[in-house]
Every structure is written in C-alpha cells, then in structure tokens.
C-alpha cells in the first residue's frame, strides 16, 4: 500500500528549501576559488551561461520529473514508464552520498569557526593560515596530529542533519530556512562592502572583471559546469526528490528562476567578497587553492571592520546554516531513496547512512593536511595518477557524477518522457509556460551536446584542476 507522500507546508517553504539546498559552502568556499583558478572574469561570464542555458532549464526539467513521478529519483524513471533510466537514478544517488561524505566535514569545519571567533578571535588574526591547518591536523612546525577538532566538530555536524532528517522534512528542512537565508544574505552585503574597500583590494576586482580568455581551456568550462550543477543542487537526488514533494499547484517554472537567480546572486556576492580578500591579505601563493579561500583570506576582513569578531561569529554561524540546509537535502534525497526502495525505515536508516559517510569524510579531512592520503584518477592526456584523496573525491563528484547524472536527465526527458511531458507538468493549474519552445530546444539538444563535449573533451585533455 502507498503511504501519503510529505509535501511541503508553505508556498514559501519550498522555495526557501530548495533556495536553501542550492545556497551553500557551494556558494561561499567552492565558488570563489573556481573563480579564481578559472582566471576571474572569463569564468563569471562562462559560469552565469551555464546557469541560464545548462543549470535552469535541468533545474525545472528534475522538478517536473519529480512532481509528476510523485517519487524519488531511482523509482521516478519507473513510474514514468520507463525502468531502463533507473541507472540515472543510481549515479544520482550515489553522487549526493560522495558529496555528503566531504560536505558534512567542511561543514564541521565551519562550526569550529563559530566558536574560534566566538572564544579566541586574536589567534584567529594572528596567523590565519596557521589557524587553519593547525585545525586540520598540521602545526606550524611542520609535523603533523590527527586532526581531532575537525572531526569533532564534523561529527556534531551530522548528528544535527541526522536529527533534522528523523523528524521529516516537513517541519525540519523549511524552518531552518526562513531566517537563517534572508539573515546570510544581508551579512553578505555588509562583508562586501568592507572587503572591496580593503588595502590592496582592487586587483582582486579587477581580477573579476577582466577577461583574459587565455586562461580558458575545455578544462575551465568543465568546471564552471560542475560548479554550476552542484551549485544549484542539479544532477544528484535533490531537486526529483523536492519536486515529488511540490503540490500540483506551484509554478515549477517560476520557482526555478528564483532558485536560480537567488543561488547565482550569493555565489558572485562571495566571489566579490573572497577574491579581493585574497588579494588584499596573504595571496594565493600561500592561501592555497580551494578550502582556504573562505577560511583564510576572510580573517583580515574581520579584523579591519568594527565588530569584526562579532561579524565573524555570525558569517560562520550563517554559513553554518546554509550548509546544514544543503546537507538535509542531500541527506533526504539519499534516504528518500533508500526507505522507499527498500522499505527500509526511517530513522534506522538515517542513522546508518550518517554513520558511513561520516567515516568516509573523515579520509576526506585526514588527507588535506595531516597524512597522504591518495585517491586514483584518470584521464587520457596524464594517464594514472594519484591525487590527495580529498580532491579525488571532489572530481568524481563534480567531474563525472553530476554531469553524467544530468546527461542521462536530459537525455530521458528530451527522447524518452518527451520535453512535452515536462511542459504540460508545468503548465499544471492554467500556468502559462512561454520559454517551453526554447526549454525544449536546450534539454533536447543544446544541453546534451554540450555536457557530453564538455564531458569528452576535458577527459581528453587532462582534467586538473585548474
Ligand atoms: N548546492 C549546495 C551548495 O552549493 O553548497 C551543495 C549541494 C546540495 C549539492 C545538494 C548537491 C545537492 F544535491
């Protein structure tokens, strides 16, 4: 027998759900780093296209299979008819479980910065790189610990996310979200306006501003694409699983802009705010690609800004709250899945599923600074190699995963299900969807074309990082 599916309680819940699982550390420690490597403007303007053109359109394609499916994403292709895209489904999943593994570390990484700013500040200023590898299990001598605080604080972490999930998504996933979204955002706004107005601050800007194409190659494209599908949450679980949770009465299309358009605007806000930080205070040189970007450079803005300290307790604990609310939702999606294919209960579920990745992140946060760990990769140009097993975690997930995941969406919804499916379950309710001809044309052949060359030639020719 079914049982009834949860919906969301509020118009706005939604909303602020999905705003909530597409804003976070995507948005503020992945996004101005990629900015950075990607040579600042030209990866701006590559990454806004690939929002409008690539990240929309995908977003409203896995909310319309999700709320017509009414399941989550492995059963979704099944009950639409068609059980041979269930494979979709899997790399979905399995890509929101990767991901949950680091996410819920960095995460724990951002608590024990709400309680460094909140109780020993001054270190903090004092030497911020310091500060920040001394976290992850390497002192300033050079020798190395295991890296206690960080897991820790990553534990409580997902003990929280475990807690919320248990109690449903009703009442767990949409409160989280009214205050604590609106709140980051107008924080963002103040940091930005002490970080632009920095000492050494303006090349940062017009780092951002420039175009210099070239330091663009397929590999630039290939990770403004992940960037962007995992920045709003596409290509994983979350959004067929939200959607099978939408009342048929909500504008699919609608939310989808808002979505979006809120996701971008908190990722550029940060770029604007972390660029011209890095800049202004250590450099790249030493901040490190990546991870340190939003934990080191960050430090001066606060120190040269009246109630820095303050400010910095309440950016880590807004941050904080915007990857929790990303992490439910990877969570949901995973469980979701799991309940409702196995039958499997609830909590227990939860629970086990919290457990192994946790333990699985722990690799994750071992192999940043305290031991070597080493993951494997591939790629036609380099061959075999063995990157720290922390960024091998990462490619996987935004490199192949999500984008593989989001091919095999558009490719069942643009010639199987048929993009006039998608339509019509917008169009629910007399809604007037005007851009379908053109939604059409982009999940048919625009989008396919383009992750599959991106996908193809950035294999080709060596997938590094930068
Ligand atoms: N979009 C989130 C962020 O930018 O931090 C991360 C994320 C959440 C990715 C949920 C994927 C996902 F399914």
Not at 12 to 20: Q, R, S, T, V, Y
Not at 362 to 376: D, E, F, H, N, R
Request: glycine residues 12%.
């Amino acid at each position: 027998m079914e049982k009834k599916r949860a919906q969301w309680g509020s118009k706005i819940g939604f909303i602020l759900a999905a705003a909530g699982s597409a804003v976070g550390l995507g948005n503020i420690w992945k996004f101005p780093g990629r900015a950075y490597e990607g040579g600042g403007g030209c990866f701006m303007l590559i990454y806004l296209c690939m929002v409008v053109f690539l990240g929309a359109p995908l977003m409203l394609t896995e909310l319309s299979v999700g709320r017509a499916s009414q399941t989550n994403i492995v059963s979704a292709f099944k009950k639409l008819g068609h059980k041979g895209y269930s494979w979709v489904g899997w790399i979905g999943v399995g890509g929101a479980f990767v991901i949950t593994c680091y996410y819920s570390h960095v995460g724990g990484w951002v608590l024990r910065y709400v309680f460094g700013y909140a109780t020993e500040s001054p270190k903090i200023y004092a030497d911020s790189l310091g500060y920040f590898y001394e976290m992850l299990g390497r002192h300033a001598d050079g020798t190395t610990a295991f890296p206690w605080a960080a897991i820790l604080f990553a534990a409580v972490f997902m003990v929280v996310n475990a807690v919320v999930i248990i109690r449903g998504v009703e009442s767990g996933i949409e409160k989280f979200n009214k205050i604590g979204m609106p709140a980051l955002f107008l924080l963002l706004l103040v940091l930005l306006g002490r970080a632009v107005t920095l000492d050494g601050a303006r090349p940062g800007i017009r780092y951002l501003l420039s175009l210099d194409w070239s330091k663009v190659t397929f590999n630039t494209f290939l990770s403004a694409l992940g960037q962007a599908f995992y920045s709003l949450s596409i290509g994983m679980a979350i959004m067929i699983t939200y959607g099978s949770y939408l009342p048929k009465t909500e504008n699919i299309a609608r939310n989808t802009g808002l979505v979006c358009a809120m996701d971008t605007l908190v990722a550029v806000l940060a770029g604007f705010i972390i660029v011209p930080a890095v800049f202004a205070t250590l450099g790249e040189q030493q901040i490190g690609k990546g991870g340190g970007f939003a934990f080191v450079s960050l430090a001066k803005v606060f120190e040269q800004m009246p109630g820095g300290t303050f400010f910095g307790a309440l950016f880590y604990l807004l941050l904080l709250f915007a990857a929790l609310t990303s992490c439910m939702s990877l969570v949901e999606g995973i469980v979701a899945f799991l309940t409702e294919h196995f039958s499997w209960p609830r909590k227990g579920t939860t629970i086990a599923v919290c457990a192994v990745m946790f333990l699985i992140g722990c690799l994750y946060t071992c192999s940043q600074a305290a031991y070597p760990i080493k993951g494997i990769w591939f790629d036609a140009a380099t061959g075999v190699s063995t990157p720290a097993f922390c960024d091998a975690m990462e490619f996987l997930t935004d490199r192949i995963m999500i984008p593989v995941c989001a091919l095999g969406c558009c490719i069942f919804v643009g010639w199987v299900w048929k993009p006039e499916s998608a339509v019509a379950e917008v169009e629910q309710n007399g809604v007037r969807f005007t851009l379908a001809k053109v939604y059409s044309l982009i999940i048919k052949y625009v989008a396919p074309l383009a992750i599959l060359t991106i996908l193809v030639m950035s294999f080709a020719t060596g997938m590094t990082l930068s």
